[in-house]
């Protein structure tokens, strides 16, 4: 099992302004990811947070917009930027082991308001 | 593409009702299948998983069958709790792929 720790676990921030989120692990993993859950919606995964080199994003996500950091392979941070009122979710980073049917482990969340 | 489709909720039911949460999905080859489950102010953790056809997951009473020829996953307990509301969310993922695909969740309220 993994737990995970992410923060700041809620926000409100002003439109323009960017908010780093960090997820910390507290084992080495080699899958990581970070998922958005809009009011309402399904979990979409935005990325997947390589050790080392850039992330992989998913269709409809850019870097420029949400670009993550991987130092390690225990810590993550996804930063959302330039924000407006549609970029208002919850953000959750998410390891996983590698495998048919493994198992993912997911951090508390951070609910994002953007006014 | 892969998809997940579950029934909208809330669902509400009085102690030791019956439930179903209905689930079924889309996925080329042959996808293991989860449940999960978010309680309020958590996050969200597994409840129980099925990764090859006619396998039956199980945990805390619940229950779900991996049936590929209807393409359901179906969540069902014989007699839920206060302590069950939460939302319930299956989710899917291509064997090989460690990325989830998820339902858009199905919330569940138990009254006394």
């Known amino acids: 099992s993994a737990v995970i720790s992410q923060k700041p676990s809620r926000d409100i921030c002003q439109r323009g302004t960017s908010l780093t989120i960090q997820c910390q692990v507290d084992s080495q993993v080699t899958m990581m990811f970070w998922y958005r859950q809009q009011p309402g919606q399904s979990l979409t995964l935005i990325a997947t947070a390589n050790q080392g080199s850039e992330a992989t994003y998913e269709s409809g996500f850019v870097i420029d917009k949400f670009p993550i950091s991987r130092p390690n392979l225990t810590f993550s941070t996804l930063t959302v930027s330039n924000m407006s009122p549609e970029d208002s979710s919850i953000y959750l980073c998410?390891?996983?082991?590698?495998?048919?049917?493994?198992?993912?482990?997911f951090g508390q969340g951070t609910r994002l308001t953007v006014v | 593409g892969n998809s997940v489709t579950q029934m909208e909720g809330p669902v509400t039911l009085s102690e030791e009702a019956f439930l179903t949460i209905n689930c079924t999905y889309t996925a080329t080859g042959y996808p293991s299948l989860f449940w999960y489950v978010q309680y309020p102010g958590e996050g969200l953790q597994l409840l129980l998983k099925?990764?090859?056809?006619?396998d039956k997951g199980s945990n805390k009473g619940f229950e779900a069958t991996y049936r590929k020829e209807t393409t359901s996953f179906h969540l069902e307990k014989g007699s839920v709790q206060v302590s069950d509301s939460a939302v319930y969310f299956c989710a899917l993922s291509d064997q090989g792929y460690s990325t989830l695909t998820f339902g858009k969740g199905t919330m569940l309220l138990v009254s006394p």
């Open positions: 099925a990764t090859k056809a006619d």
């Open positions: 998410s390891v996983t082991g590698t495998g048919v049917g493994t198992e993912a482990f």
